[in-house]
């Protein structure tokens, strides 16, 4: 009777440890497992990340020109934003802006952009079916599909001016647009916002006589 139950006990040690190494390995090839993903997650996220980046550069520079061809497609005189006034010596005394007509503008070229940006936007981004593999250097090869990585987060219009002497009491007064887009990179991990901006010249022109350094300094709305 002592013999059996010394191999009883022995079985069940041998069965115990059994099961314990068994459950070693599980919990290991889970780790491993769960590594392996994350890496997965972490490759693929980057390589989307940078897909996602270049069309969101490339839509908002294009949106942003479009949007501004569009909205002065009338064309802009210096005279429609810039009255200038000048005194009996011929110099500059007043410049005044035409604030209602570039908040038009601004509030035209804002609306023109958003929505060509969101026409591109909802075309989604062409990705190579094997990006997510998240192997770097396949990222470029397999059909391309459509994948909603992008979407609008703010688009942001200001006039801004600048002046550059070109002669004797003759300055070159420059006015430009500049148009800020911000666009959500959304991957499977982690979201990042782009900004892209780009600044247009609208018009300019040469105003002879002194002008005051008030004008020089100050922004133009």
């Known amino acids: 009777?002592?013999?059996c139950c010394e191999e009883?006990?022995?079985?069940?040690?041998?069965r115990r440890k059994r099961i314990k190494n068994n459950k070693h390995g599980v919990i290991i090839a889970i780790i491993i497992f769960c590594a392996i993903f994350i890496l997965y997650l972490y490759s693929t996220n980057i390589i989307l990340r940078n897909i996602g980046e270049t069309y969101a550069?490339?839509?908002g520079a294009e949106s942003?020109?479009?949007a501004v061809k569009i909205s002065l497609n009338d064309g802009i005189n210096y005279t429609d934003l810039i009255t200038i006034d000048k005194d009996d010596s011929g110099n500059v005394s007043l410049m005044t802006t035409?604030?209602?007509k570039i908040?038009?503008?601004s509030q035209n070229v804002t609306e023109t952009t958003k929505i060509l940006l969101d026409s591109k936007l909802s075309q989604g981004v062409k990705v190579p079916i094997f990006a997510f593999t998240g192997i770097p250097g396949l990222e470029g090869y397999g059909k391309p599909i459509n994948h909603k990585l992008?979407?609008?987060?703010?688009?942001?219009c200001v006039f801004f001016g600048e002046f550059k002497s070109v002669g004797i009491n003759q300055t070159l007064h420059s006015i430009f647009v500049r148009v800020t887009v911000e666009i959500n990179v959304e991957t499977i991990v982690k979201s990042k916002t782009?900004?892209?901006g780009s600044s247009i010249l609208i018009c300019e022109t040469v105003i002879v006589g002194k002008v005051p350094e008030i004008y020089l300094t100050r922004p133009l709305v």
């Open 194 to 196: 782009i900004s892209v």
């Open 8 to 14: 009883n006990i022995y079985y069940k040690n041998k």
């Open 64 to 66: 942003i020109n479009s």
């Open 103 to 105: 908040n038009q503008i």
């Open 57 to 59: 550069k490339s839509y």
């Open 98 to 100: 035409n604030s209602y």
């Open 1 to 3: 009777m002592i013999e």
């Open 150 to 156: 992008l979407s609008i987060s703010t688009v942001n």
